[in-house]
């Protein structure tokens, strides 16, 4: 019922600005009949012919503010509507660490448990703090990123060690099996960026194609040196796939595909935001690629040998 509601509220405008439209149109078409069938019109054909362009120009601009008031209207209930969708996640991402670390206090301090239980159930409330640890950091830089450019500390960072810790974190968050994630990227593989700009990136892509993934998950990530320096990053995996129109789109903030394979799994359509507004902040391109549902995605990060505002720093520090 509410998914028919949702689409009536968004087909109604639609509806009223085709229809205003299709009315503005029959009255200047109707306009330039009565004017030009009129028999005083070829009496004074240069003052009648003011009055018809005139009168054509103002239909026409009617009709021009009646569509780009109908497309407003429309982006406004589609963001209004991803606000809503937003916020039910939110308090979803919440809730749910909330009362499973409850749940694990009150039962810590029930008296019988062996050191062993006790030791798993804090794995358990510290699984569930880093989930909430990393889902206000998502929202917090997305807050800075959408308010303001990003400032970035540049540093060598060593890529097969970062991978690793955000595989590891990704495969306890989702339950994944090991091996689910394949690394093929050199131990000596390092990059001058932002090391905390880096891991969110890389935490986000693996994150996403994890938990995009059904049973069973095979993900492959992979970064190689291009001939001029730069790095490309790939994180391919097997899972749900996309459509060709959602391919730029799953980059806005808040937006989700509209499909039940992803109404599945909780999500509040800002890690891919988060990761686009970083990679161009760090002077590289994120890249969407994706042969249909069920045949899995690959995102392509390229980022620059070095990052710009460090070139930019070593050129004030040597002026100065």
């Not at 799953?250 to 990679?279: H, K, M, N, Q, W």
Request: glycine share 6%.
């Amino acid at each position: 019922m509410s998914r028919r509601v949702r689409l009536r509220s968004t087909s109604t405008p639609i509806i009223l600005g085709s229809a205003t439209v299709a009315l503005a149109v029959l009255m200047l078409v109707s306009w330039i009949l009565v004017v030009v069938n009129d028999p005083d019109f070829s009496r004074n054909v240069g003052q009648n012919t003011t009055l018809l362009v005139m009168g054509i120009l103002s239909l026409s601009i009617i009709a021009a503010v009646l569509v780009l008031f109908s497309v407003v209207l429309v982006r406004e209930i589609l963001e209004v509507r991803r606000q809503v969708s937003f916020i039910d996640s939110v308090t979803h991402e919440l809730k749910s660490p909330l009362a499973s670390i409850k749940l694990c206090v009150d039962t810590v301090q029930r008296t019988g448990l062996s050191a062993e239980q006790r030791e798993h159930l804090y794995d358990m409330m510290k699984a569930d703090v880093d989930r909430l640890a990393s889902f206000i950091d998502d929202v917090l830089v997305a807050n800075r990123l959408s308010a303001e450019g990003a400032r970035h500390e540049v540093s060598a960072v060593p890529l097969r060690a970062l991978i690793d810790r955000c595989i590891e974190r990704a495969t306890y968050r989702h339950d994944a099996p090991p091996g689910a994630v394949t690394v093929e990227v050199p131990a000596t593989l390092t990059l001058q960026s932002d090391p905390t700009a880096l891991e969110i990136i890389v935490k986000n892509l693996i994150d996403n194609a994890v938990k995009y993934s059904d049973p069973p998950v095979a993900v492959r990530v992979a970064a190689e040196r291009l001939p001029d320096g730069a790095l490309h990053l790939s994180v391919r995996d097997a899972g749900i796939g996309l459509l060709a129109k959602d391919q730029k789109r799953i980059l806005e903030r808040f937006y989700r595909v509209d499909s039940e394979a992803v109404r599945r799994r909780r999500g509040t359509g800002l890690g891919l935001f988060v990761v686009s507004a970083l990679v161009r902040g760090l002077g590289g391109r994120l890249r969407v690629e994706s042969e249909g549902p069920e045949r899995g995605t690959t995102m392509h990060v390229t980022l620059p040998a070095r990052d710009p505002t460090d070139s930019a720093h070593d050129t004030a520090s040597e002026s100065a």
